[in-house]
């Protein structure tokens, strides 16, 4: 079956301060793909960003990014009052503005917490129950803001940064409203994003996931389950990722990403990543795994290296993952980001896992390579134009 579809992150849509958003851009938008014939509305990842305001270097992989709440659904729901000239107006259209946007938007997040918290406690307390992450996640947040938003291995609390039973205690204590309202954050955006998918649904479109294959260092995620990555004794990343030196550049690419302990993952039936893979298949219908190839085989780089060039490579957990993925959640809609070289292994990989891959139209046009050319294109294919990566 052929479908069509855009790729546009929400953060590009126009909308009240400063930002897209949840809002009714994002509906109207939509209605545009719904009237366009598009089936299909792929994202970005949509997590709090991190260096770099990268949606790929983010604080946890299964929060939303309190960011894209709509301020205006807010006030909708009696949720916010908004005074006038209370909102982050832009200087400029073509770019968000993110130190202003931020400082704004927390401000009036902020209002709508101690406005409406109260108010929506027993739901609240049943989003917890079901998102078990939220709880460290939030806890994450506050810490790290307490700490004047340095990454965790710097926290000068080693009970906190080790996550001592006592210091976890003290620091929820002390630290009780400001856990409150990063909890509260989360609701409010996954009830916004709940309520825009099922509307994308119901015009026929389905939301395009993007998942990254690698945590960022300084994440929730790294903190809370240190067990399943590449760290030592004092949490530090053994080796990280990144691609060897190429045709585009001499030293390679230093990505920092913490590896995983794929000995680990196997001896507990890849359990990290079935849930993760279940909780990204509730937000979204469709999900595109990027760096496919690190599946297959990983770039290794000892941590502290200044380049990539003094690393190797090394297997990875290959289809074995993707049999346990397969036997806990059934067949799902994957596509897989296959970009880039690619090994025979690579290939194997791909056409055995049944996964669609990718081709980008630019690339047919760069140097002699005639993979991407249109008339050689296969069935099981996404065909882009391009990416979030391309002009």
């Known amino acids: 079956m052929r479908k069509s579809g855009i790729l546009m992150h929400i953060s590009s849509l126009p909308g009240a301060g400063g930002i897209g958003s949840l809002g009714k851009e994002a509906y109207a938008f939509a209605d545009f793909l719904e009237a366009s ?6 994202v970005l990842p949509m997590g709090p960003t991190g260096y770099g305001e990268s949606p790929y270097q983010s604080f946890s992989v299964h929060a ?17 009052t908004l005074d006038p000239g209370e909102e982050f107006v832009p200087t400029q259209d073509e770019q968000v503005e993110f130190d202003q946007v931020r400082e704004n938007k927390e401000k009036l997040l902020r209002k709508a917490f101690h406005q409406s918290e109260k108010g929506l406690l027993p739901e609240i307390r049943q989003f917890l129950r079901d998102e078990r992450w939220v709880s460290d996640f939030a806890l994450f947040t506050a810490v790290k803001q307490h700490f004047g938003g340095v990454m965790w291995r710097q926290w000068p609390d080693e009970g906190i940064k080790m996550r001592r039973k006592e210091s976890l205690l003290q620091y929820r204590m002390m630290l009780d409203e400001d856990v409150r309202y990063h909890v509260f954050c989360q609701f409010i955006f996954f009830r916004q994003w709940k309520e825009f998918k099922a509307y994308c649904n119901s ?15 300084d994440s929730a995620d790294t903190w809370t389950q240190p067990e399943v990555f590449q760290l030592d004794k004092n949490r530090a990343p053994k080796r990280v990722a990144g691609v060897p030196p190429d045709y585009f550049s001499a030293d390679g690419q230093m990505w920092g ?13 890849y359990q990290w990543w079935i849930s993760r893979l279940a909780y990204v298949f509730r937000l979204y219908d469709v999900v595109r795994i990027d760096h496919f190839r690190g599946f297959d085989e990983y770039f290794s780089i000892p941590y502290g290296a200044e380049t990539a060039v003094d690393g190797h490579w090394e297997k990875g957990p290959g289809m074995d993952l993707f049999w346990k993925v397969r036997e806990a959640l059934g067949e799902k809609p994957v596509i897989a980001e296959d970009l ?52």
């Open 37 to 42: 014939g598009m089936k299909l509305w792929q």
């Open 64 to 80: 939303g990014n309190p960011m894209l709440i709509s301020t205006e659904k807010l006030v909708a729901d009696g949720l916010l």
């Open 203 to 217: 015009k026929g479109i389905e939301l395009f996931g993007d998942m990254p294959i690698y945590v960022a260092e």
């Open 257 to 269: 990403n913490p590896l995983y302990r794929w000995e680990a993952h196997r001896e507990t039936g």
């Open 340 to 391: 880039g070289y690619l090994t025979p292994e690579v290939r194997e990989l791909l056409e055995y896992s049944g996964f669609p891959g990718m081709k980008i139209l630019q690339f047919a046009f760069e140097g002699t390579n005639s993979y991407y050319l249109p008339h050689n294109y296969i069935a099981n294919t996404v065909a882009y134009v391009g990416t979030h990566d391309n002009e």
